[in-house]
């Protein structure tokens, strides 16, 4: 049975790492509980690791999907050359609305802080009344590359 890093290694930067590694153990001791097995009984075969294997792969998406996006404002632009796709552009877009608005709005804010935390889901940042604070798309809110933001004149 693998677990943390040697499943998933994150970019430090993030500090993702040890919260991940915590919930998947979290994960594999329900599991371990709900095939009624101990920590000190022989662990017979049974289909328990298909299934936790699968639950763990989906625990694992959206940390990895925020920590890779971001890591794609600078490696797609600079180091790479790829471009970006259209799932990359919007949460660039997106995340880049929340820290603004988290400036000045107390309740995105702590969303915002609960959602990098890991202790709500990032649906958590589509609810209404988050939306209600973000700048829509179409009045210009075009979300710059960190690439144009580190060459641009101040």
């Known amino acids: 049975m693998t677990l943390g890093d040697s499943v998933c290694a994150f970019?430090?930067?993030?500090?993702?790492?040890?919260?991940?590694?915590?919930?998947?153990?979290?994960?594999l001791q329900k599991y371990l509980l709900?095939?009624?097995v101990s920590a000190r009984a022989h662990i017979s075969a049974t289909n328990w690791e298909n299934s936790f294997q699968k639950?763990?792969?989906?625990?694992l998406q959206n940390p990895w999907?925020?920590?890779t996006s971001e890591d794609m404002r600078i490696y797609s632009c600079v180091c790479t050359g790829t471009k970006k796709t259209v799932k990359n552009r919007f949460l660039h877009w997106f995340l880049d609305q929340i820290l603004k608005a988290s400036v000045s709005?107390?309740?995105?804010?702590?969303?915002f802080l609960s959602v990098v935390h890991m202790l709500k889901e990032p649906s958590a940042l589509?609810?209404?009344?988050?939306?209600?604070?973000?700048?829509?798309?179409?009045?210009?809110g075009r979300a710059a590359c960190s690439h144009d933001v580190m060459n641009s004149r101040i």
């Open 11 to 27: 970019n430090p930067v993030y500090g993702q790492g040890m919260t991940v590694s915590a919930l998947e153990a979290m994960l």
């Open 55 to 59: 639950k763990l792969y989906r625990l």
């Open 105 to 111: 709005n107390t309740h995105v804010h702590e969303t």
């Open 126 to 140: 589509f609810s209404p009344r988050i939306l209600s604070k973000i700048r829509p798309y179409s009045e210009g």
């Open 34 to 36: 709900k095939a009624g």
């Open 65 to 67: 999907t925020l920590a």
